[in-house]
């Protein structure tokens, strides 16, 4: 250590065993300063303006007493060295204490001033190795992510170029190619695509891994997911003679995630599953509602294949993890897949878990939370334990003139999103997850706490940021529109007062963009009163023009 | 007519001459830009209807190329599809706001890259391939 005086913060109530421990520390060979807090508030309120060398704390406070204690101390200051000091010789409160990263506990009455100033010392050390290895782990995850992000760039441009001349080769544009030839190559591709995903999954699971990992959920139809992948893995299915069936609830409700990310796990579960299950057998997807759990959705991927071992079970979701007895005419994978899957179920916040028999087959099941409008409005239209005195909902439809570019108007209509998520106010107004829509148009629903007089200064604001999209000024139309929310008499619970506004909501919201089927005729011949500028009627939609 | 013309703007030789050959079989004429450099100085004498561009290049890398496309009168309408090894995570958001038409993964599904191009070319400048 060296010659720096060590600042010792001294948090002690009692004023003489306060002067016993500056007595001792003085005494030390060491250089200390001792700053001393009688109550816990005086302590965290000196910690938080400067920064000691350790922290000396004695656990009965006036203000505070045991385990909250030291609590309190390493939240406000989780990198500075905490050393107890107590009268209770609590072996089962010291080891907690430790646990939860204090550095060490001592007895007050076997206190002698080397035995101290070594306690404090070793204490900073070992604080400070501690803090250089959380760093050293920091920079090499860092490092790595680096490294498999450069790897899986280089690796995409030879394999592209395979990719590139596979096709060319199988579609005929470099001269007739005849059938065996055709197999071949189809193999070759087969393989290339295989690495490909490889290259993604890498990538993947070290975002995951360092927790960078991000979705965007919206209110999407899991059903509609479900047939999508079913779709797209029926091929690979029906050449390995695996059945492939779905058992899906038609009427189950829309749950909140990220339609891409969810695809992503339902095709890993299905490749799984039809990788592993002999010709002849089959893999089946269900999705169900369970009375028990009512906020969240089941959907499960069972398969008649080999089945897992009882130890593999738990294992099966770790980073690299292959079953090492599963006998596989295919190739392997890098074993990351399930658990990509459950990195991204979990940040739904769905579960995932695997029900398996030796010889019996495999069922995989996650769960995702039911999009439920009520949870997400109750923070923004109650106020302190009342419904708000008026809510209106606000309609922005974004239409674009031409039709352009894809990628520039998806793009436009995002940028569109963001900015209005910035100009409501997060306390009171909410913007819906936008709703899934086949057409270029887009209409995004506001809720906002306000009442239909304060609406036009509301849609200036919105629309003079949002005419800030370069692109949309160019390309697009924007017109805003409001409609008032009856709100439910305030006899009935809050609960249900809220739920009943969002019953409101999601009808007027069904209203607004058409009927279910959002076939792009039908969303235009939607019964909404938009054709009809600057007229107020009760349950219609004002149009707001600036 | 004439075919419409891309200009193909990557490092690797090897898959200018895949794009090539593919683009050619689809009926479009194309011409190349190895680097960042040549992108632009190309793209003033051949005046092409639509670039594809890597962004991963020499001599300015694409983002360069396409923030001077962008900054200039003469070849800002011109539509660009970004095709790159690279992340969609760091790049995709990015080359949109920069001004692409599209944004495109290496290796990318002939089909989807296709019919991008086809509804990204500027209509009535050329015969459609069929």
């Known amino acids: ?546 | 007519m004439a075919n419409h013309k891309i200009l193909i703007v990557d490092d690797d030789p090897d898959l200018r001459q895949a794009l090539r050959l593919r683009l050619r079989a689809n009926r479009y004429d194309t011409v190349n830009a190895v680097d960042g450099y040549s992108a632009i100085a190309v793209a003033y004498k051949e005046r092409p209807d639509l670039i594809i561009l890597d962004l991963g290049l020499p001599a300015g890398d694409g983002f360069i190329v396409l923030d001077r496309l962008q900054r200039d009168d003469k070849l800002s309408t011109i539509p660009v599809i970004v095709l790159t090894a690279r992340d969609p995570q760091s790049s995709e958001q990015r080359s949109l706001a920069a001004g692409a038409a599209a944004f495109f993964q290496k290796p990318a599904d002939n089909a989807e890259l296709l019919e991008v191009i086809r509804a990204t070319l500027p209509k009535g400048t050329a015969a459609l391939p069929s």
């Open chain 1, 1 to 546: 250590m060296s010659d720096q005086p060590t600042h010792v913060l001294l948090i002690e109530d009692n004023p003489g065993d306060a002067d016993l421990v500056r007595l001792r520390l003085v005494e030390c060979k060491s250089a200390v300063d001792v700053n001393c807090a009688g109550r816990l508030s005086d302590g965290l309120a000196s910690l938080a303006k400067d920064v000691p060398s350790v922290v000396l704390l004695d656990l009965n406070l006036p203000d505070s007493r045991g385990a909250e204690t030291f609590r309190k101390v390493l939240e406000q200051a989780p990198n500075v060295p905490v050393v107890i000091l107590s009268g209770q010789d609590d072996e089962a409160l010291a080891l907690k204490a430790l646990h939860q990263g204090v550095q060490d506990y001592l007895l007050k009455g076997s206190l002698t001033s080397a035995g101290l100033d070594r306690a404090l010392r070793y204490a900073v050390e070992r604080q400070a190795l501690l803090r250089s290895l959380e760093m050293s782990r920091k920079q090499q995850l860092e490092f790595k992510n680096q490294f498999l992000s450069h790897v899986s760039h280089e690796l995409r441009t030879p394999l592209t170029c395979i990719h590139q001349f596979v096709t060319i080769l199988l579609d005929g544009l470099a001269g007739e190619v005849n059938a065996e030839q055709r197999d071949h190559l189809k193999t070759i591709l087969k393989s290339v695509n295989q690495l490909g995903a490889m290259v993604r999954d890498l990538l993947e699971a070290s975002r995951a891994e360092s927790g960078k990992t991000r979705i965007e959920p919206r209110c999407v139809s899991i059903a509609d997911l479900i047939h999508a992948a079913v779709a797209m893995m029926q091929a690979a299915a029906h050449e390995k003679g695996v059945g492939l069936e779905v058992g899906v609830d038609t009427t189950l409700p829309f749950v909140h995630g990220d339609p891409d990310r969810i695809l992503e796990v339902l095709i890993n579960l299905l490749d799984n599953g039809i990788k592993f299950t002999p010709a002849g057998g089959a893999v089946t997807v269900k999705a169900c509602a369970v009375p028990s759990d009512p906020d969240f959705v089941y959907v499960s991927v069972a398969d008649t294949g080999c089945g897992i071992v009882p130890e593999a079970k738990a294992l099966i979701f770790e980073r690299l993890y292959q079953d090492p007895n599963a006998v596989d005419n295919n190739r392997k994978g890098l074993g990351l897949g399930l658990f990509i899957a459950k990195e991204l179920i979990s940040l739904h916040g769905g579960r995932i878990w695997v029900a398996s028999e030796p010889g019996q087959g495999s069922t995989f099941s996650f769960t995702l939370p039911l999009y439920s409008l009520a949870k997400l409005l109750f923070p923004v239209i109650t106020y302190q334990g009342c419904l708000r005195d008026a809510i209106v909902l606000l309609k922005v439809d974004l239409r674009p003139q031409s039709k352009p570019a894809r990628g520039n108007w998806k793009e436009t209509c995002q940028r569109c999103l963001d900015i209005l998520q910035r100009c409501v106010y997060l306390d009171k107004d909410l913007v819906l997850p936008p709703m899934t829509s086949s057409g270029p148009e887009q209409t995004y629903l506001v809720v906002a706490s306000t009442d239909m007089d304060r609406v036009p200064i509301m849609m200036t604001r919105i629309r003079e940021q949002l005419e800030k999209v370069a692109d949309l000024k160019a390309s697009g139309e924007l017109t805003l529109s409001a409609e008032p929310v009856t709100l439910p008499g305030p006899a009935d619970p809050l609960d249900k007062q809220v739920q009943e506004v969002a019953n409101r909501v999601t009808e007027m919201a069904r209203l607004a963009l058409g009927p279910a089927e959002n076939s792009k005729s039908a969303r235009r011949d939607a019964p909404i009163a938009q054709r009809e500028p600057q007229k107020m009627e009760n349950g219609k939609w004002q149009i707001i023009k600036s």
